[in-house]
């Protein structure tokens, strides 16, 4: 499986394709497959998103994990502190500062 994930252009947060737009959360992601590269070109250009790159992830019962350890970071959050990591449909995801 592939995903895209980049920098949101207004906020920096990271931010995952979800087939139609750029969500807060991994578990949104889809598997763009081949399009990898005609997605990233058309976002790019449209401005919507910063240093976006396709990376391999797998689906499981638990959602999308990332397949490398810095990608899960940059998807949830710190792993030595649980309590600060982006809880699924967070609804105060939408009001970080960054």
């Known amino acids: 499986?592939?995903?895209?994930?980049?920098?949101d252009l207004k906020t920096g947060a990271v931010t995952w394709w979800?087939?139609?737009?750029?969500?807060?959360?991994?578990?949104?992601?889809v598997d763009v497959?081949?399009?990898?590269?005609?997605?990233l070109a058309r976002e790019q250009g449209a401005r919507r998103v910063n240093a976006a790159y396709a990376i391999d992830a797998?689906?499981?019962?638990?959602?999308?994990?990332?397949?490398?350890?810095?990608?899960?970071?940059?998807?949830?959050g710190p792993t030595v502190r649980p309590d600060l990591t982006l809880k699924p449909a967070d609804p105060a995801a939408g009001n970080w500062v960054i």
């Open 1 to 7: 499986m592939k995903i895209l994930t980049g920098n």
């Open 58 to 76: 797998i689906r499981d019962a638990n959602g999308v994990r990332p397949g490398h350890i810095k990608e899960r970071i940059r998807a949830l």
């Open 18 to 29: 979800t087939g139609s737009d750029w969500s807060l959360h991994v578990d949104d992601a």
């Open 33 to 39: 497959g081949d399009e990898a590269d005609e997605i």
